[in-house]
């Protein structure tokens, strides 16, 4: 959490302007998210990643982390759900294509095996698909699901 000891806490969250910082949870109390998330507002009732963080899967495992944007990862890592690295380095940025309104997805970095083996790093190939153009990696092969 941040070092901040003026900033005002409401339910041990940290409000910054329109972020804040704390914990989100999945319906069934699980740790679902911790650090930056927008909207601010407490009671609000969506908040998303939005900022520096780390995403759980539901079994506790981390799931990604990095700097969050709306929609997903700009830069990090992303686990397996055994938790070994799956990913590592850049996504698109929504804010350069207004356009388009699915999750991010890789451009630049790392793909690891399961076991740890470095199978690739360069630029990944996307495939968009479907009337909104949700994304599919294409390049390297057995990237699979974002």
């Known amino acids: ?83 070994s690295l799956k990913f590592e380095g850049r996504y698109n940025c929504r804010k350069t294509d207004a356009t388009y309104y699915g999750p991010t997805y890789p451009v630049y970095g790392k793909y690891y095996s399961e076991d740890g083996i470095l199978i690739y790093e360069g630029e990944f190939k996307v495939e968009k698909q479907g009337s909104i153009g949700y994304p599919k990696v294409t390049y390297p092969e057995g990237f699979e699901s974002l």
């Not at 005002?8 to 109390?29: C, E, H, P």
């Not at 407490?42 to 520096?52: A, I, K, L, T, V």
């Open 1 to 83: 959490m941040p070092d901040n000891k003026d900033a005002q806490t409401k339910f041990g969250i940290v409000n910054y302007d329109s972020r804040a910082y704390g914990k989100l949870y999945f319906d069934t109390g699980e740790l679902m998210y911790e650090g930056y998330y927008s909207p601010a507002d407490y009671n609000s009732s969506h908040h998303e990643p939005n900022g520096q963080g780390v995403l759980y899967y539901k079994s506790g495992v981390k799931h990604r982390e990095g700097q969050f944007q709306h929609g997903g990862l700009l830069e990090g890592k992303a686990y397996y759900p055994s938790g």
